[in-house]
């Protein structure tokens, strides 16, 4: 079993950034590729961002490219979520996710655990 917690969510004004974190325990953080995801009411759940189990291949969604940044240390079993220029839009619960099964993935099929969470929410 691996337990996932996100941390660093919270309530942010246009333009601002927030850094999310997400601890893993339970497995080999480094055999794992990672990937962060966000729901916002109403709709799927989508894809944010993803990162290879070595750090070395790292990609996002084209809504946040240029504004987002995914990382990863395998020394602290934590992946995280840099989030700059925030938007309206970019308001939703954001989830990492863990997979051993795929060096890189970026579909949620793909994942096998997940954390349960945390809120971001960006005001005006």
């Known amino acids: 079993q691996v337990q996932l917690v996100e941390s660093g969510g919270g309530l942010v004004q246009v333009g601002g950034s927030l850094r999310l974190s997400c601890a893993a325990s339970?497995?080999?953080?480094?055999?794992?590729?990672m990937g962060w995801f966000r729901q916002a009411p109403g709709k799927e759940r989508e894809f944010v961002g993803a990162?290879?189990?070595?750090?070395?291949?790292?990609g996002v969604a084209d809504s946040v490219k240029g504004r987002f940044t995914i990382s990863r240390d395998n020394a602290k079993n934590t992946l995280y979520l840099q989030m700059n220029s925030l938007t309206l839009d970019d308001t939703a619960v954001y989830y990492c996710a863990y997979t051993s099964r795929y060096a890189y993935a970026r579909g949620t099929e793909q994942y096998d655990y997940w954390g349960k969470g945390t809120q971001v929410t960006v005001s005006s």
């Open positions: 990162i290879s189990r070595s750090g070395s291949t790292t």
């Open positions: 339970g497995r080999t953080f480094s055999s794992a590729a």
